[in-house]
Nanobody
């Protein structure tokens, strides 16, 4: 049973930084991808940053390129999203998601497993 547990959200001023963490467990094979989606009120869920354990490829949404960085710990049990230069438009619930397809295509239908979400609010 795959489980994903996020932490690290909160309130931050514009220009500030946050680091989200996702503790992942239950993977039985190395062929998967994992990363972050977000959903703002009244908006569709969108892919933010994804990593494929299959080939090491990554995806970043255009809106976060140069500001956000996805990484993993050496054991592969945690995935992080370092968010710098945060803007009010980054305000959303951020979800950790995993896919046994190993894809970094930012489409939620390819991701079978989801965390409960963590709120990020960027406001002065």
């Amino acid at each position: 049973q795959v489980q994903l547990v996020e932490s690290g959200g909160g309130l931050v001023q514009p220009g500030g930084s946050l680091r989200l963490s996702c503790a992942a467990s239950g993977f039985t094979e190395n062929y998967y991808s994992i990363g972050w989606f977000r959903q703002a009120p009244g908006e569709e869920r969108e892919g933010v940053s994804l990593f494929s354990n299959n080939d090491g490829s990554t995806y970043y949404a255009d809106a976060v390129k140069g500001r956000f960085t996805i990484s993993r710990d050496s054991a592969g049990n945690k995935v992080y999203l370092q968010m710098n230069s945060l803007k009010p438009d980054d305000t959303a619930v951020y979800y950790c998601a995993a896919s046994t397809w190993g894809t970094v295509t930012p489409d939620s239908k390819f991701f079978e497993y989801w965390g409960q979400g963590t709120q990020v609010t960027v406001s002065s």
